[in-house]
């Protein structure tokens, strides 16, 4: 069985998933992917704040337009726990924004969510990956 087959069948098995959608490769590959083998049982998520260029987000919408994939861009602001910059500020903004993520995942039905984090994301140092 391949990597892809894999990552369909485990997709599969969860019946609904909600994709934080960066509009990178890595989420944009999950993301289609997911929308195969679920159709409308998908959601992308992205996050508004003033980490993402306004290019980028513009083009996770045209991607999730141009497939038909149900999506959501919402704002997030600078958390209050990362404005003195402390040492572990990638972990605490990754926490921050993944719980906001997270929660409207559920407001919204969906009880899983998943990112284009993969294996060779854990080779690199990726404070945020904590």
């Known amino acids: 069985m391949t990597k892809l087959e894999i990552l ?3 997709i599969k098995k969860l019946g609904k998933l ?8 890595d989420s944009s590959l999950l993301l289609k992917v997911t929308a195969d083998v679920l159709g409308e049982n998908v959601l992308a998520l992205t996050v508004k704040s003033p980490y993402m260029s306004l290019r980028e987000i513009d083009e996770a919408a ?3 337009k141009f497939y038909g994939i149900r999506h959501e861009i919402f704002e997030v602001g600078i958390a209050d ?30 009880t899983n969510l998943a990112d284009g984090t993969n294996k060779d994301d854990l080779g ?3 404070p945020g990956l904590k």
Do not use: M
């Open 8 to 10: 369909k069948n485990d």
């Open 18 to 25: 909600a994709v934080a959608f960066s509009g990178g490769v």
């Open 62 to 64: 045209k991607f999730a």
């Open 81 to 110: 726990e990362i404005k003195l910059n402390p040492q572990n500020r990638c972990y605490l903004c990754k926490k921050a924004v993944f719980s906001r993520l997270f929660a409207r995942a559920k407001e919204l039905g969906f």
């Open 124 to 126: 690199e140092y990726r």
